[in-house]
């Protein structure tokens, strides 16, 4: 009887784990296409052997290239660049990045501004250079050209959703935990169906406490309206930090200020807000933390809507603010 119990068992297990492999190939797909596609799954089962490569200027503002290519094994970043079209030149033995699609490193000389190319995978800063990446299947390879500033740079972004979470970094998927206040508990269910439907396999939900924020071993969200997340000191000092925390924006008292690239207030806006907004421990930090938040919760839950029903209008974003009839990208460009 045991020995029987046991093979029902062990069939059930392989039986689960396909159904999660073929989910996360199913619904990837869709998450490849921004703009939609047709739903064939011939077609879906392709592109999830694709690897997607965006190219774009002024922190996702200008859309360069957007174009999928046929996964190869071992091929790196540099391949994949050519492969999907780029125009690409290269410096320092042809490790180096120094143009893409005409746009090209510049040193901007003593009093001019510097403007060069930086990447992501998956919305996760690289640590390393584009020869010693190989991407996997699915993968999102973002390419984007703006200037240096004397502000820490993002080391993670919003613009690859659903990734880093359904295909990590480096090949490597952790799970990911959704950190909620107690009122937003509700809807951080509902975020996590969503992740679930896209393919995440190991997605948990959580209250918020001050050691999973800390000491994240997997890709994280909180989830929260301002005035509550702030309760923590983490979040507190992430904010004190908003000039080099790589996130563009800042809360205070008055309202929520909007930064530019160089770190200067721009503009404030003092009603209802919505913010996503992501941060990493530096490059190739496999488990950042995004925040969900807002000024109020109704600008919280609109933040929230936009990522589970259209976050084909974050596509590119380095970070958004979501207002009632707009939504603005950050940094902002003067």
């Known amino acids: 009887m045991k020995k029987?119990?046991?093979?029902?068992?062990?069939?059930?297990?392989?039986?689960?784990?396909?159904?999660?492999?073929?989910?996360?190939?199913?619904?990837?797909?869709?998450?490849?296409?921004?703009?939609?596609?047709?739903?064939?799954?011939?077609?879906?089962?392709?592109?999830?052997?694709?690897?997607?490569?965006?190219v774009t200027q002024n922190y996702g503002q200008t859309m360069l290239l957007d174009k999928k290519v046929t996964y190869q094994q071992d091929t790196n970043i540099m391949d994949g660049l050519l492969e999907a079209g780029a125009e690409l030149e290269t410096s320092y033995g042809g490790g180096f990045v120094s143009g893409l699609n005409g746009l090209n490193t510049e040193n901007g000389g003593i009093t001019g501004e510097r403007n060069d190319w930086f990447y992501y995978v998956n919305g996760i800063f690289a640590d390393c250079g584009a020869l010693d990446y190989s991407p996997q299947p699915g993968e999102k390879v973002w390419w984007d050209y703006h200037p240096w500033t004397s502000s820490q740079g993002s080391a993670a972004v919003i613009g690859c959703f659903p990734e880093p979470f359904l295909h990590g970094f480096r090949g490597q998927v952790k799970e990911t935990i959704i950190l909620a206040v107690s009122e937003e508990m509700e809807k951080a269910v509902e975020l996590q169906k969503d992740l679930q439907d896209q393919g995440v396999c190991a997605v948990s939900v959580k209250e918020i406490a001050i050691e999973l924020l800390k000491d994240r071993n997997g890709p994280s969200i909180a989830i929260g309206e301002w005035k509550a997340l702030e309760q923590f000191s983490w979040f507190k000092e992430f904010n004190a930090a908003y000039q080099r925390n790589g996130t563009f924006l800042h809360f205070t008292d008055d309202g929520l200020e909007l930064l530019d690239y160089k770190g200067e207030i721009v503009s404030v806006i003092q009603g209802s807000a919505g913010v996503i907004m992501a941060t990493g421990e530096g490059n190739g930090d496999d488990s950042p933390l995004w925040i969900i938040t807002g000024t109020d919760r109704s600008g919280t839950e609109a933040a929230l809507e936009i990522l589970i029903a259209h976050p084909e209008q974050i596509w590119a974003s380095y970070g958004a603010v979501v207002l009632p009839e707009e939504i603005i990208k950050l940094p902002l460009m003067r």
Not at 19 to 42: F, Y
């Open 4 to 54: 029987i119990l046991l093979i029902i068992v062990i069939a059930g297990f392989l039986l689960i784990v396909p159904a999660c492999a073929q989910k996360e190939d199913t619904i990837n797909n869709t998450a490849l296409e921004p703009q939609g596609s047709n739903g064939s799954h011939t077609e879906q089962s392709k592109a999830y052997e694709q690897v997607q490569y965006i």
